[in-house]
């Protein structure tokens, strides 16, 4: 025993965060260090081999807490609605409840299906596949976490598991239509999430920070936000965060959702009409109206996460428990107990200890955050995963919540250079001498109803002609300058993440396929 917690804390010395870097022993080391060991002694009592998939399968959801949670929490930080730590504590209780609650009696040992265990020739053989495939993966998220890179833990799974496989039973054990799709979801999941995250931000904004009337405006589309968010994320909870056995079709969902969305609208309207006497008609008020509904979205998607993701960590041990002690190898195996009480303290624990560094990342370093920005790409993440589940498009929740990101992002950068645009031509449709009428123009023109605008400097170019005065028609938005950018989008981050997100499926299948043989190597005589 004294051997395998040496080899524990040998295997987990490199999940260090930036802190830990520094100074090498840290109370958090020295804390999952007890767990681990703790773990191993608890399982050791069923055999060596099960007491060391246990650690392999606590170390990776330490790493899943680490590195997946934060994409639940971050915006929610990032834009100021929540302190860390009590997101952070938040989400830990809502990730290890969703898993312990809802995590479900059976799970895919094989993620995704990405590989047919009849074919690999023996239990033994089985066995060390798993455990490779854990460790791997593992070690793949904790470099991850290390660099600061957003990653999808069911991708350095599925990449650990084809890759212990290919190297156990050859290439003829995996599916590659299912690796096809995966491959796929590194387009799809980004453009589906961007794209949805900037069409709620545009439509609020015409609809509410755009008016004059702001505080108006917020009284009548906050109940409604807030309405649509309770809508979306209750259907996404009964879709997604039931076990199986209890699941229910996207019609049924929806439509126990209605009456939670109706019940959220009368509350919200109570709640801002009494809020709205005390606001000022900014901008500012309305991410002050949004900060319960947000608070309240990233409890349930991590709820969600605990429920679905914890299975990336439990079903390859899962399935080797059933291995050990039945002899067989399927693609579902029973959860006993410890295991889904393993994954779930993992994920919790890793989240308190590890998470805070990809929280900043995905909250403020991509690009900056407030609480309009939040909700939309809470919303798009959620909406794109309902979307996917049932149309059969494989997705990925990081890369859809980075790509819900990124179109938040551009969008801004976007808006920002046609506003300065337009600037530049009221300015231009003036003399030098009238400066004065051109910025009264402008006062003017931000207090004229979105709707109007357009109409507004129609009139002011036909006034410029007949003046003969220089109008510059704009055939694109202005370029900005590079302090500009690195303030909306943090463009060198973002290449970063995409080049993890590139080569994680074919790292982990590296590390696990290394991993297996010399596993196979100690053991076989």
Request: proline content about 5%.
């Amino acid at each position: 025993m004294l051997a395998l917690s040496t080899t524990a804390k040998a295997t987990f010395a490199p999940l260090i965060c930036e802190r830990g870097r520094k100074n090498p022993v840290t109370w958090r080391l020295v804390f999952c260090g007890a767990f681990l060991a703790a773990v191993a002694a608890w399982a050791g009592g069923i055999g060596l081999w099960l007491a060391i998939a246990a650690v392999f399968g606590g170390y990776l959801a330490l790493n899943i807490g680490a590195n997946d949670v934060a994409n639940n929490i971050g915006p929610t930080v990032g834009a100021r609605v929540m302190p860390l730590g009590a997101a952070v504590a938040m989400a830990a209780a809502c990730e290890a409840a969703g898993a312990m609650i809802a995590g479900g009696d059976v799970v895919n040992t094989i993620r995704k299906g990405i590989i047919d265990p009849a074919l690999i020739p023996g239990v033994d053989i089985y066995v060390w596949a798993m455990m490779a495939a854990l460790l791997a993966a593992a070690l793949w998220l904790n470099l991850a976490t290390l660099f600061g890179a957003p990653v999808s833990t069911t991708h350095s799974i599925v990449g650990g598991v084809l890759g212990a496989g290919v190297a156990a039973a050859g290439f003829g054990v995996v599916h590659w239509s299912v690796l096809g799709g995966i491959l796929a979801s590194w387009v799809i999941s980004p453009a589906m999430g961007a794209g949805l995250a900037a069409l709620c931000l545009i439509l609020i904004k015409r609809g509410i920070t755009w008016q004059p009337d702001i505080l108006g405006a917020a009284g009548r589309g906050v109940p409604l936000l807030a309405a649509a968010m309770a809508w979306v994320f209750s259907t996404y909870l009964l879709l997604m965060g039931l076990p199986k056995s209890a699941s229910l079709d996207l019609f049924q969902a929806g439509f126990c959702g209605l009456w939670v969305a109706g019940a959220v609208w009368l509350l919200m309207r109570t709640h801002v009409a009494r809020r709205l006497p005390d606001l000022r008609n900014c901008k500012n008020s309305l991410n002050r109206l949004l900060g319960i509904p947000l608070i309240l979205a990233a409890g349930a998607l991590s709820f969600a996460h605990g429920s679905n993701d914890v299975a990336n960590a439990i079903g390859p041990l899962a399935g080797i428990v059933e291995a050990l002690a039945t002899g067989k190898m399927s693609n579902d195996a029973d959860v006993p107990l410890w295991v889904l009480g393993l994954g779930a303290l993992g994920l919790a624990l890793g989240l308190v200890l590890f998470g805070p560094r990809l929280i900043r990342t995905v909250g403020s370093e991509i690009t900056r955050l407030d609480a309009v920005r939040a909700y939309c790409i809470a919303m798009a993440a959620t909406l794109t995963v309902i979307l996917a589940s049932q149309l059969g498009v494989p997705v990925s929740t990081t890369h859809v919540s980075v790509g819900a990101l990124l179109g938040v992002g551009f969008l801004r950068e976007r808006l920002k250079a046609q506003h300065q645009a337009i600037l530049a031509e009221i300015r231009a449709s003036h003399s030098a001498a009238d400066h004065a009428r051109a910025e009264e123009f402008i006062v003017q023109f931000h207090a004229t109803p979105f709707g109007e605008r357009a109409a507004l400097l129609a009139h002011l170019r036909s006034d410029s002609t007949a003046r003969g005065a220089a109008t510059p028609r704009q055939a694109g938005p202005a370029p900005l300058g590079p302090s500009c950018r690195r303030v909306l989008v943090n463009r060198a981050l973002v290449l970063r993440i995409i080049a993890a997100w590139v080569i994680t499926v074919p790292a982990t299948a590296t590390f696990a396929g290394l991993i297996y043989f010399t596993l196979r190597g100690m053991m076989l005589p």
